[in-house]
């Protein structure tokens, strides 16, 4: 089955660590750029970070630069968001995504996961 | 950083309706425009891509148009399981989400 698998969600206090991890299977991982994409309760969707096929490039939204961290295995068809300095603002559902290509006419996600939840609170 | 901005920001309609969303980017994107469903609770789901070319099994009621900045999606008839909130992205730099269009039902 096609599917990703979000985990390492939990419970962190302000400026804590934690990693999120997403377990492809089902398609070639090696062969897409994958996005975090994040959803505070009851908000919109944002983009957080990606990162190409081979790991050579990636890329964040402002508000995390310098705190979190995209990088991928593809040898265990992971894909991974460490996240430092964690914020309050950072409190959100976190979702793996696979991006897919029309050649000049633009990218997007053809599959997500369920996400995991974050939440930054004391 | 490149700006979306989706009207209206929520709206009723009832079952048969013909709804119509429109995205408005803050510079010039192409058809690197995308669209997307989400339920409460449930992950988002790729509705339309390059802003008019419809995913595999997505129902022909939905059609996508634009090209540069203004991008308008259309539900030719309501159903009942197309409540749900609605976002456009962009993929022309980086990547942004509109705020999203909440469609209830009237």
């Known amino acids: 089955e096609v599917q990703l698998v979000e985990s390492g969600g939990g419970l962190v206090q302000p400026g804590g660590s934690l990693r999120l991890s997403c377990a492809a299977s089902g398609f070639t991982f090696s062969s897409y750029w994958m996005s975090w994409v994040r959803q505070a309760p009851g908000k919109g969707l944002e983009w957080v970070a990606n990162?190409?096929?081979?790991?050579?490039?990636?890329y964040y939204v402002d508000s995390v630069k310098g705190r979190f961290t995209i990088s991928r295995d593809n040898a265990k068809n992971s894909l991974y968001l460490q996240m430092n300095s964690l914020r309050a603002e950072d409190t959100a559902v976190y979702y793996c995504a696979r991006e897919n290509a029309v050649t000049n006419m633009g990218w997007y996600f053809d599959l997500w996961g369920r996400g995991t939840l974050v939440t930054v609170s004391s | 950083d490149i700006q979306m901005t989706q009207s209206p920001s929520a709206l009723s309609a009832s079952v048969g309706d013909r709804v119509t969303i429109t995205c408005r980017a803050s510079q010039t994107i192409s058809t690197y425009l995308s669209w997307y469903q989400q339920k409460p609770g449930k992950a988002p789901e790729l509705l339309i891509y390059?802003?008019?070319t419809l995913q595999s099994g997505v129902p022909s009621r939905f059609s996508g148009s634009g090209f540069g900045t203004d991008f308008t999606l259309t539900i030719s008839s309501l159903q009942p399981e197309d409540f749900a909130t609605y976002y456009c992205q962009q993929s022309y730099s980086t990547r942004t989400f509109g705020q999203g269009t909440k469609v209830e039902i009237k």
């Open positions: 990162i190409k096929q081979d790991g050579t490039e990636n």
């Open positions: 390059a802003a008019s």
